[in-house]
């Protein structure tokens, strides 16, 4: 299976932007679909955004269409999701996870990253 870590969480204001990026290692990274996932305190885990393993589909949650963008670099092992007018309801830790085959927005997704943190202050 692919090993996945996740990076550049960190504490934005309100209406400010992150970039987050997934790196994998282990496996051939292009042929894995990924997707991201965030889960806030006392709230179960949700779809946010996934692409497939090439690149040519992306999906989007309701709640962050027109202000994510996923994207991935299959030569540099790496998938970003830019956020930006980032609102409180955003704060979250946010994984990655990837699978072979299609992208899927419900979890199941057989290799996770350990999460990274985001937090939006009003």
């Known amino acids: 299976q692919v090993q996945l870590v996740e990076s550049g969480g960190g504490l934005v204001q309100v209406g400010g932007s992150l970039r987050l990026s997934c790196a994998a290692s282990g496996r051939t990274f292009s042929n894995y679909a990924v997707g991201w996932f965030r889960q806030a305190p006392g709230k179960e885990r949700e779809f946010v955004a996934a692409i497939s393993w090439r690149a040519g589909n992306t999906y989007y949650a309701d709640s962050v269409k027109g202000r994510f963008t996923i994207s991935r670099d299959n030569a540099k092992n790496t998938v970003d999701l830019q956020m930006n007018s980032l609102k409180p309801e955003d704060t979250a830790v946010y994984y990655c996870?990837?699978?072979?085959?299609?992208?899927?927005?419900?979890?199941?997704?057989?290799?996770w990253g350990q999460g990274t943190q985001v937090t939006v202050s009003s």
């Open positions: 996870a990837a699978r072979t085959g299609i992208a899927r927005i419900n979890d199941d997704y057989h290799s």
